[in-house]
């Protein structure tokens, strides 16, 4: 996605994963929410399809990931903390 400005920071995100009918793998759906520099926000959907060999959930799990970036002139550098969640429990 081609953003008009500047990131100045990413909301929180929480994905859920979501069992595969399909075999090895699994589902996952979250939004982004970025913040511009001028304030705007921007959000996108992204649903993934993860093809994990052995990997088999059997029953929803959820991630929440938090961010921070640093930014210079030319670059900014992301750091993401993640946290998983049964749902069922």
Known sequence: MDLPEPVAAIAPLSEVW????????FL????????LASGRQVCGLARSRYDVPD??????????ITFDLEQGE???????????YDLQE
């Open 74 to 84: 030319r670059h900014f550098t992301q750091y993401e903390t993640m946290r998983l």
């Open 28 to 35: 996952g759906e979250m939004t982004f929410t970025w913040r």
């Open 55 to 64: 990997a088999h959930l059997d029953r929803l799990q959820m991630r929440v």
């Open 18 to 25: 979501i069992p595969g009918e399909y075999g090895a793998g």
